[in-house]
């Protein structure tokens, strides 16, 4: 065990001297390619005007969303009545989509414990 933290010791502070010498020149590099989506002047009262800005912008887009929504899910409600005119490929995409859902769901069920699986002995 003291050998694996002493590796990660010595990992960790040849990734903070590579950040040391390289992350001044990304950082002006990155800010260079940038430069015109940064607001003049800097200052806090311009940052809460575009926290403002975007708050109520994506506030203003809800309405056409929430449209969106409906006519899409009043799509889906014609094609599940008429399911006997559904394609092959459709019916594939579908299930293809659920099955993913239902992976993503078991993943994240497994992050949320922690990594562990119960139920099992390992």
């Given amino acids: 065990m003291a050998s694996k933290l002493l590796q990660f010791q010595s990992k960790a502070c040849q990734a903070s001297k590579y950040v040391a010498k390289t992350g001044s020149t990304y950082y002006k590099q990155l800010l260079e390619q940038n430069k015109q989506y940064i607001q003049e002047p ?4 311009k940052c809460q005007l575009l926290s ?3 708050f109520y912008t994506r506030l203003a887009s809800l309405p056409g969303r929430y449209e969106a929504f409906w006519k899409e899910l009043g799509h889906v409600k014609q094609q599940v009545k008429n399911w006997h005119e559904l394609k092959t490929e459709d019916v594939r995409t ?3 989509f659920g099955l993913e859902c239902f992976a993503w769901f078991c993943a994240g069920e497994i992050v949320g414990r922690g ?3 119960t139920g099992y002995y390992v």
């Fill in 42 to 45: 800097p200052t806090v009262e």
């Fill in 94 to 96: 579908g299930a293809l």
């Fill in 115 to 117: 990594f562990t699986f």
């Fill in 52 to 54: 403002n800005q975007l």
